[in-house]
């Protein structure tokens, strides 16, 4: 029988989850449903490729093909797939489980997510407790016009700590798969919570990553997000300063080529004073490749002495590339310090010359360069064992192109 | 062996500036340049180097006897040339290190890693020769440096390099007296018979700490005049005025 496509099946709950979550599954579908689809003159998807956004091609990828590699955890530590935390743990997932509306436009898709994921992975780290050890995912796409909804829900507790990798790659090279990935980071007070993308997908593949981390009092949360793979990729990340005191890091190192292109649109809230966040999105581009950023800032009324960053920097290694960048904010307090803006820039002439003239063949004098553009943004995530893991994705991308 | 530079013309965008140069610098001597701005100092040693922007439209320059006008920059660097910059370029988000260490890796037959542990033991003996702090290993290429820390940089590279020729154009500016002793003790550590070098000045100056062998006179393009190292005292004297009252004597 031919598997009909992800836009007309209905979910199929199983029966072991909870019943408050197959209602929502089947409230999540209505709301697909209604929900638009997005169109030319929104403008969250101003120089999106809505042509992307066409999945009738795509069936539901029957079962999930996720990899998990848990270093030795505190005791009281919940790290668990979601479907056994579903199960285990119904309450704490539900207390936590997709409360944020969806703002930069894929509402339609979180609530395709929320009405057919099956499957992610949930931490919960109690109060005071400290993970050592990134836990690392591994998400592999396989099967023409497979779609996987993989969910990543980690919740920290007073003044705990974690790290948490998620890796999308493809099982093969030529196989188009959709990937449609929704990750919520809670962040309570105090915590350290630093949470890693790396997407390896093949060029035939897509992918919508929404990303809403929610940061506590005096907490501090990094959302760091690589792309190097596939055909078009969209990144939707919101951070929330909730609590006084909250700091958020956000960042990105994206590395297009050929005619891959990213879509990054995130959201700096800051709801309470004296909360800072830095946001640093790099792009190095390639052939004729293309990248979007658009960002905003938004201060609240009250959330004053606050600090907000927010930088996006373009390398551009060919003229060919296109590198599209909408900064923005809105202020709405008293003594704020905010900043924005965007560059794009080529290796200047004279920079090749001067690492040729010391014997480096220009083709790695360029790669020399943009590797260390990249490299840049890779060491604020200020964690050697991510770094190492994300400059490794790196080197493989620069490998090829 | 040695460095032969033979009736060099070249242009900068259809516009003359070396005119006919001859020069040869033989392995073991120090050979420098002096000439009035716009003689074409600096275009010579970038002429050697290899820049793009210059054409050549006459002449030869071989190395050790083997023309290296048809090479590419880097490979010239590869094949012995080595040119401490006037005004080196930045390199933001590449660090000093791992410029360095890319430069020797380049230099190593394909398949052979350059030894860390062995690296980093040669960098820090010539830092120290430098007086250079060991933070700048990790800050990115010249970004940020200061004038003086460029140089310092520049023969730094040139330590490590193990070239057979070396230009330095106008080291000494934007030098003080103490930054171009060290500098000066950098070059002196590496004068051997083995090495040839070529130094662009404008200042006598420098010339106290590097002791030439033979010292030259570049005008309009050519070399004018050739002497020992009396010449730089007597320019230093009588500056470059005979060049317009017509007293050349070709070396």
Known sequence: ?401 | MSLVIKDLHASIEETPILKGLNLEIPKGEIHAIMGPNGSGKSTLSKVISGHDDYEVTSGSVTLDGEEILEKDVDERSRDGIFLAFQYPAEVPGVSNANFIRAALQARLPKGEELDAVAYYKNLYSKMDVLEMDRKFTARAVNEGFSGGEKKRNEILQMMMLDPKYCILDETDSGLDIDALKIVAKGVNAMRSPERGFLIITHYQRLLDYIEPDHVHVMSDGQIVKSGDKSLALELEEHGYDFLKEGELTNA
């Open chain 1, 1 to 401: 029988m031919a598997q009909s496509s992800i836009l007309e099946s209905t979910p199929e709950t199983p029966t072991q989850f909870p019943t408050w979550f197959s209602e929502q599954q089947q409230q999540a579908w209505a709301d697909f449903q209604s929900l638009p689809m997005p169109s030319r003159g929104d403008e969250v998807w101003r120089f999106g490729n809505l042509k992307q956004l066409d999945f009738s091609e795509f069936t539901e990828k029957e079962t999930s093909d996720i990899h998990f590699q848990i270093p030795s955890l505190p005791d009281g530590v919940i790290c668990l797939p979601l479907e056994d935390a579903l199960q285990s743990h119904s309450d704490l997932v539900q207390e936590h489980f997709m409360k944020s509306e969806t703002r930069l436009g894929s509402a339609k898709f979180t609530a395709l997510h929320k009405a057919k994921v099956k499957s992610g992975l949930f931490v919960y780290v109690p109060d005071g407790v400290k993970v050592a050890d990134p836990i690392e995912v591994s998400h592999v796409l396989s099967g023409a016009h497979q779609t996987i909804f993989p969910h990543t829900l980690i919740v920290t507790g007073k003044n705990a700590e974690v790290s948490v990798i998620d890796r999308f790659s493809s099982a093969n090279e030529d196989d188009a798969g959709l990937c449609i990935a929704v990750n919520d980071l809670i962040a309570g007070d105090g915590s350290k919570l630093t949470y890693c993308t790396i997407q390896e997908l093949n060029t035939s593949s897509r992918m919508i990553q929404v990303n809403v981390t929610n940061v506590g009092r005096d907490a501090h949360a990094t959302a760091f997000i690589t792309n190097t793979g596939a055909q078009w990729a969209r990144n939707e990340s919101v951070s929330m300063m909730t609590g006084e005191g909250a700091h958020s890091d956000m960042l990105s190192c994206s590395i297009p080529s050929g005619t891959q292109q990213y879509d990054q649109r995130t959201y700096q809230h800051h709801a309470s004073p004296h909360t800072n966040s830095d946001l640093l999105y790099k792009n190095t581009l390639y052939d004729t490749s293309k990248t979007v950023f658009s960002g905003l800032i938004l201060v609240d009324e009250g959330a004053h002495y606050t600090d907000a960053y927010q930088t996006c920097r373009n390398l551009l290694m060919e003229d060919t590339t296109e590198a599209n960048s909408m900064p923005g904010l809105e202020i709405n307090a008293d003594q704020v310090k905010c900043s924005h803006g965007s560059t794009s820039a080529s290796i200047s002439d004279e920079e090749i010359y001067y690492l040729c003239a010391r014997g480096i063949p220009p083709q790695q004098a360029r790669r020399l360069i943009a590797n260390g553009f990249s490299t840049e943004v890779v060491e604020r995530l200020r964690n050697e064992k991510l770094e190492e893991i994300v400059l490794q994705a790196i080197e493989r991308k620069f490998a090829l192109v």
